[in-house]
Antibody, heavy 120, light 107 residues
Framework: EVQLVESGGGLVQPGRSLRLSCTTSGFTFGDYVMSWVRQAPGKGLEWVGFIRSKGYGGTTEYAASVKGRFTISRDDSKSIAYLQMNSLKTEDTAVYYC???????????WGQGTLVTVSS | DIQMTQSPSSLSASVGDRVTITCRASQSISRYLNWYQQKPGKAPKLLIF???SLQSGVPSRFSGSGSGTDFTLTISSLQPEDFATYYC?????????FGQGTKLEIK
């Protein structure tokens, strides 16, 4: 059974950093692109970024709203994806979901989400 | 960037109704369009990929169509469990993007 479990969310002050983890199981993690999607309270879904598989260079892409502040990485030996968030702003407050990219870059499996609250 | 616009933003319907939600892209995205359902407090669920391919396990009352810039999600006969928010998502370019969502409510 495919499972994705996010952790690391919480309350953080503006300007500080936080690292989220996405621990996965049930599939060959190293073969897949892994994405992060967020959802501000009461709002819609916003794509944050993704990391390609090592076979495609392990490179990353980011939404303009987080580029230069957020970094996605992966540890294929542990089947974990990470989202390092620096210089956090109040507008980064959201539930952060980890997702697996599948056919045509659709997101076929999602974690349960972890809430990040940026507030002083 | 590609902007995705859904209409309507909200919709009231009754059990048994046929419902159509529209998604329009700001430029052609071929058939790189996916649809998701999200219920309150839950992660989104993939319904349709490649504009019209039904994800495994999704009921056949859901269908998708379109290409280029205009797409539709149709629910042929609404069931109580279908009341939720629906999102479209383009995967034509590297920078993915979602529509703003359509909230489907019970009339």
């Amino acid at each position: 059974e495919v499972q994705l479990v996010e952790s690391g969310g919480g309350l953080v002050q503006p300007g500080r950093s936080l690292r989220l983890s996405c621990t996965t199981s049930g599939f060959t993690f190293g073969d897949y692109v892994m994405s992060w999607v967020r959802q501000a309270p009461g709002k819609g879904l916003e794509w944050v970024g993704f990391i390609r598989s090592k076979g495609y260079g392990g490179t990353t892409e980011y939404a303009a709203s987080v580029k230069g502040r957020f970094t996605i990485s992966r540890d294929d030996s542990k089947s974990i994806a990470y989202l390092q968030m620096n210089s956090l702003k109040t507008e980064d407050t959201a539930v952060y979901y980890c997702t697996r990219e599948w056919v045509s870059s659709s997101f076929d499996f999602w974690g349960q989400g972890t809430l990040v609250t940026v507030s002083s | 960037d590609i902007q995705m616009t859904q209409s309507p933003s909200s919709l009231s319907a009754s059990v048994g109704d046929r419902v159509t939600i529209t998604c329009r892209a700001s430029q052609s995205i071929s058939r790189y369009l996916n649809w998701y359902q999200q219920k309150p407090g839950k992660a989104p669920k993939l319904l349709i990929f490649d504009a019209s391919s039904l994800q495994s396990g999704v009921p056949s009352r859901f269908s998708g169509s379109g290409s280029g810039t205009d797409f539709t999600l149709t629910i042929s006969s609404l069931q109580p469990e279908d009341f939720a928010t629906y999102y479209c998502q383009q995967s034509y370019i590297t920078l993915r993007s979602f529509g703003q969502g359509t909230k489907l409510e019970i009339k």
